[in-house]
């Protein structure tokens, strides 16, 4: 039995939590599903498994069961659980947070570009774990040497916006399993190069590591490489030389958004990853050029915000939606859009 991956949101690969599939085999005696786990599956104690049944991500033939339900030959299992923690020391930091809302079981954090969501990667300090390991002190869930508490998803460094980070195992198991079921609703705002046809569109293709650069990602259009994803897309604001969309998410893959739009010809802008850094549309004139490379100083890394965030909530089932406004740097870089374009026939026939 091999686990299958499925990443949680658009930024790194998954190392959160690990999925499988599996049919019961045709000799099997009866047995109850946690001690039938724990004994098949590697680090799978029967309390991690018990706590996943509580959360509904253990299901048989596609309905959550309980922990003394008993396996027979034919039933289908899928199951969701957390990676084994790993021996990695962290240190709290009182690094201060923007909590939109909390409660006992979760709390909803807008995070600021710039902050690493995840230590690694010689990013072991000043990340939004160090921050919650301090805030989160006194949960159980927040010990120093889990370098994941709480996380169910994650956005990139440099994208800023909207997380929900869990407060409980209960919580974050179920969390974690309503992102699997991609029941959550995510909306982002992005600036883009280029003015696209159409008003809506869904973009489709495997994204995996490129072959040539295993620092970045892909779409491989053949589908016979990377991992399913789509991504849903709305023009909000056309400003010339670039345009101003919201883009939805029915997949989480790595850099999702970002290379889905590089895919079809118009990167993120100032995305250095995907060439967004470069002046990929507009005229040749010095003004113009001045002009972009004054914006890029405003906005020093890819316009890409998570605007909105909406699930259950995992203990009353309560529907919840929170949004964040753009931030200072990518509402001031549309609006100096907005006024270039508007003065556009002033400017660039004088030059």
């Known amino acids: 039995m091999e686990p299958f991956e499925e990443e949680l949101d658009g930024i790194e690969e998954n190392d959160l939590f690990e999925h499988y599939r599996l049919t019961v085999d045709a000799g099997q005696a009866l047995l109850r599903i946690d001690k039938f786990l724990a004994n098949l599956l590697p680090h799978a104690s029967r309390s991690r498994v018990q706590a996943a049944t509580m959360a509904g991500s253990i299901r048989v033939n596609d309905l959550p069961v309980r922990s003394s339900y008993k396996v027979k030959p034919g039933d289908v299992v899928t199951i969701l659980l957390e990676y084994p923690k790993r021996e990695l020391k962290l240190t709290p930091e009182n690094i201060p947070l923007d909590i939109v809302y909390e409660d006992e079981d979760l709390a909803v954090i807008n995070k600021p570009a710039g902050m690493v969501v995840h230590p690694g990667h010689g990013n072991y300090s000043g990340t939004l774990v160090n921050a919650m390991l301090y805030h989160f002190r006194d949960l159980p869930l927040f010990r120093e040497e889990d370098p994941r508490p709480g996380l169910v998803h994650r956005i990139d460094k440099d994208t800023s916006g909207l997380l929900v980070v869990a407060k409980t195992e209960m919580a974050k198991m179920n969390l974690a399993n309503q992102f699997f ?111 972009v490379r004054n914006v890029f100083d405003l906005l020093p890394r890819q316009a890409l915000h998570a605007q909105s965030l909406g699930f259950l909530h995992p203990v009353s089932g309560q529907p919840m939606l929170f949004e964040t406004p753009l931030p200072a740097d990518m509402a001031t870089a549309i609006d100096r859009w907005r006024t270039y374009i508007s003065n556009r026939d002033i400017i660039e026939p004088n030059e």
């Open 181 to 291: 079921e991609k029941s959550t609703q995510r909306k982002y705002i992005a600036l883009v190069w280029g003015d696209l046809k159409q008003e809506t569109g869904t973009i489709t293709g495997n994204i995996g590591r490129s072959p040539n650069n295993r620092l970045i990602f892909c779409v491989f259009p053949d589908g016979d490489q990377g991992k399913h994803a789509v991504t849903h897309y709305k023009v909000i604001e056309r400003l010339g030389y670039v345009n101003l969309i919201e883009c939805r998410l029915e997949t989480g893959r790595t850099h999702q958004i970002r290379v889905h739009m590089k895919y079809i010809g118009h990167p993120l802008f100032n995305d250095a990853t995907y060439g967004g850094d470069q002046i990929l549309r507009g005229t040749t004139f010095t003004k113009y050029r001045q002009f």
